[in-house]
């Protein structure tokens, strides 16, 4: 069944509202461009609007009524959201899920190096990359510095225009020909994915002669701007992500190219909708987290306890608490877990199968199931739950559109579902069409953005 095209049905109103999310959206990912900054800015909105620090609640025995509204934080890496409804938690909660790391490249723990008389730094790449993207582009850093003394410091450099911006070198075309030979996978190295930061020496008085002069005056400039030294590099995390801020594109203004899209363009939709649905029947939540790019692995991944763990708080401060009642809740609530769908690509289309496939522009995309080959490694929604699904977003007007992860056979991918339906909860993915999904520039149309937070905000309201 072929959707209509999503802007069709837009007054002026609606398309004001649309303009105005899109451009919060876009300095949203434009500012945010790690999961640390992404979780930072998202609990200032939150406190912003009246949400309480768990810590806070627990530490002064609050109790928790209907209407009252908790954050807490993981690690400063995941956040969840939880805004308590009139009917107690153990009938169940209505849950929007979704990531906030994306691929980039990693500094390693030793990562500073001389050669050629230049100054580099060492990575590792993070999540599924294509290592030729990274090459001959303009890139940033972001991240934090920890030092022994307790002090955290944060870097970012490459994203104001009065900032300098780094590159990591491809080999010219002149002698490139047994390089043009080589599958796209070995094109370029990973191993050779190092940033230049540096191609000048430093001045030394006198006859002695540094070693390593480039790099010594690249220690230089750190100590002099941020106070660090090289071997603080073993406590740091540095993200290398492209430098620039997210753009309007197309002459019609449609659509946003940014980077990191996914999966941030379902972590702020999502945001948003909990954010402005004050008044809920069943407690609403909102999961933001970390790793799912490789694996939801990890203190702060998905596969971690902390949401498990912070709802048993949550509850025990709301006169629910006990190990029963914790499982009946988890049992009985219902997730839309927001993750990125594949848009259809005209120039790649033996990769789809059509009729089943994210139409830019075309609302708000369900997948029953992701998974790879057979729906290995998937969760498969059961009929009942996406009839309910359906039915929400019909009810609230909301365009989408069901679809699948391409053509069978041509590769695959998954996303933390699975993870929350273990609890035997109701789970089903749903999410955004991407362009271009994991290269440094990702594309959506405004129109599947704005439907997918006015379908959000149906779910936590009514599901």
């Given at each position: ?46 406190e912003a609007a009246g949400y309480v620090n768990l810590e806070t609640a627990i530490a002064e025995g609050r109790e ?203 972590a702020y939709t999502s945001l948003a909708a909990q954010l402005d649905v004050p008044e809920v029947t069943r407690t ?169 937070y006015k379908g959000y905000k149906a779910f936590i309201a009514r599901a």
């Open positions: 069944m072929e959707r209509p095209c999503a802007w069709k049905a837009y007054d002026d109103a609606a398309t004001a509202e649309l303009e105005e999310l899109c451009t919060q959206y876009r300095a949203f990912i434009s500012e945010n461009k790690t999961e640390r900054e992404c979780v930072t800015a998202s609990v200032e909105l939150a928790l009524k209907t209407g009252d509204k908790i954050y807490a934080v993981n690690h400063n890496k995941s956040l969840m959201l939880v805004n308590l409804g009139t009917e107690p938690m153990e009938r169940g909660m209505n849950i929007l899920g979704a990531h906030v790391d994306s691929p980039r490249l990693d500094l390693k723990q030793n990562p500073l190096y001389e050669a050629g008389d230049m100054a580099y730094l060492d990575t590792h790449y993070y999540g599924g990359v294509k290592a030729y993207h990274w090459v001959a582009t303009p890139l940033a850093l972001h991240g934090v510095v920890c030092k022994k003394d307790g002090a955290t410091i944060e870097v970012c450099v490459g994203e104001d225009p009065t900032d300098p911006v780094f590159c990591i070198s491809d080999l010219l075309i002149h002698l490139a020909s047994d390089q043009l030979k080589k599958p796209a996978a070995e094109a370029v190295d990973h191993e050779n994915l190092d940033v230049i930061v540096g191609g000048r020496p430093v001045k030394i008085e006198g006859d002695d002669e540094e070693k390593e002069p480039v790099k010594k005056l690249f220690l230089d400039i750190l100590s002099e701007k941020y106070g660090i030294d090289e071997e603080d590099f073993l406590s740091a995390e540095i993200e290398v992500v492209p430098a620039g801020a997210a753009r309007e594109m197309g002459f019609d203004r449609s659509m946003i190219l940014g980077y990191g899209q996914d999966d941030r363009v379902c609403a939540v909102t999961l933001l987290v970390d790793k799912e790019e490789i694996g939801s692995v990890g203190a702060s991944g998905m596969t971690s306890r902390f949401f498990e763990n912070a709802i048993a708080e949550i509850m025990e401060l709301a006169g629910e608490g006990g190990e029963l009642k914790l499982r009946r809740a988890l049992a009985n609530s219902r997730m839309l877990s927001s993750d990125v769908s594949a848009g259809f690509d005209t120039l790649y289309a033996d990769r789809f199968e059509k009729k089943n496939a994210a139409v830019m522009g075309r609302g708000l995309c369900f997948n029953k199931y992701t998974g790879a080959r057979g729906k290995s490694g998937s969760n498969d929604a059961d009929a009942e739950y996406l009839a309910l699904v359906r039915d929400i977003m019909d009810e609230a007007g909301v365009a989408f559109q069901t679809c699948e992860l391409g053509r069978i056979g041509a590769g695959g991918g998954g996303t933390i579902a699975y993870i929350l339906a273990e609890y035997g909860m109701d789970v089903i993915d749903s999410g955004v069409a991407v362009l271009s999904m994991h290269a440094l520039w990702e594309v959506t149309n405004k129109a599947d953005v704005y439907e997918a």
